[in-house]
């Protein structure tokens, strides 16, 4: 009975160690394929949105292989709150960054110096000549008025037109400038000046006869008709403003033009000696416009060239009947003294002077 018991008792102690030997032996096999293995390559972050963090507590330890150390990076330890929309996880990676460059404007361009124009030569007194050329245009034909019958009747049509003249001007002047000050190194060249012209400025007409006279079959034969007209002298006074650019002032002008003026008309009865005719001469006035361009050329003088147009107005004239001729008729035109003058000139600018 006693060598039985022992029996039962050696079989349930061998069946227990049998399982555990087991056990052991398949761990050892398991290790030893483990190590012959290369470690797990590491697996790349995903392209698209931040990892989720896991909280270090419940990251299971890494199986540590027999002769072979792990190659993981560690695992970056979070303090306080690890939920994926805390706002101290972005607090600490806004700290741990970098701070930004600073970004250093570029230098800004240096401002262009203000170029001050030398006025000094335009300042002052200067007298001047010029020479130039103008011509004129304007007026009518003759008008004709038979006063005992209060028409044209008996009237000679003169198949004639409004003269155009054209002639030499030449003479010489005096004027004044300052310059005008406008701010920021800019200025203007201001003055007055006056100059006086004598002119050849001038036209002439001859119409020949016969001619037709109103309401009647006869005619004025042989008659002739002649007219002309000139201007003797002009004057002007005129202001002037400029711009001075460098050696350069570019100006204009207006003002007053005063001159002298004459024109005749004659119709004659050829050969008999009678006539109407009129020779008249007056002083007309008007306005004068112009601009020119004035240039340096050393020691004070000064060359320009200056262009002007200019009205005068007309000169209405009555012919008075002459010889034997009958006194009522009155032919009647006027002569028109309004065109332009183009004209050089030379500038001698002597300075303020020490009176102005």
Not at 22 to 29: N, P
Not at 133 to 161: E, K
Not at 193 to 207: F, K, P, R
Request: proline share 9%; with cysteine; aromatic share 6%.
């Amino acid at each position: 009975m006693a060598a039985r018991t022992l029996g039962t008792i050696a079989a349930i102690g061998i069946l227990a160690v049998v399982p555990a030997r087991a056990d052991a032996i398949a761990d050892d096999v398991v290790d030893q394929i483990l190590q012959s293995q290369s470690p797990p390559a590491p697996v790349a972050p995903a392209a698209v949105g931040p990892a989720p963090m896991i909280p270090t507590a419940s990251r299971p330890a890494p199986t540590a292989l027999v002769g072979v150390a792990p190659s993981y990076p560690a695992p970056t330890t979070l303090t306080g709150p690890t939920t994926l929309d805390s706002p101290d996880i972005v607090d600490q990676a806004l700290q741990t960054a970098p701070p930004p460059a600073a970004v250093v404007p570029p230098p800004a361009p240096a401002p262009e110096p203000v170029k001050i124009i030398n006025t000094a030569p335009w300042t002052g007194v200067y007298l001047g000549a010029n020479l130039g050329g103008g011509w004129t245009h304007g007026g009518s034909s003759v008008n004709c008025f038979n006063t005992a019958t209060q028409s044209t009747s008996g009237c000679a049509i003169i198949g004639d037109s409004a003269l155009s003249t054209s002639g030499i001007i030449g003479g010489g002047g005096v004027g004044y400038s300052r310059p005008l000050v406008l701010g920021a190194g800019s200025s203007v060249i201001i003055g007055v000046e006056a100059d006086l012209e004598g002119t050849g400025i001038s036209g002439s007409q001859n119409v020949a006869g016969p001619f037709r006279l109103v309401g009647f079959s006869d005619t004025c034969s042989p008659c002739g008709f002649s007219a002309s007209q000139r201007i003797n002298w002009f004057g002007t006074l005129r202001a002037r403003i400029g711009v001075p650019l460098d050696h350069f002032l570019i100006y204009a002008t207006g003002g007053l033009i005063v001159g002298g003026v004459q024109a005749s008309q004659n119709l004659s009865f050829t050969g008999t000696g009678q006539g109407e005719a009129i020779n008249a001469k007056s002083t007309l006035s008007g306005p004068t416009v112009g601009g020119g361009i004035e240039m340096l050329l050393g020691g004070g003088w000064s060359a320009k060239l200056e262009g002007l147009y200019y009205d005068m107005g007309t000169l209405n004239t009555i012919a008075a009947s002459y010889g034997a001729a009958p006194t009522n008729f009155n032919n009647s035109k006027s002569f028109g003294f309004r065109g332009a003058m183009i004209r050089l000139g030379v500038n001698l600018h002597l300075g303020d002077l020490g009176v102005f």
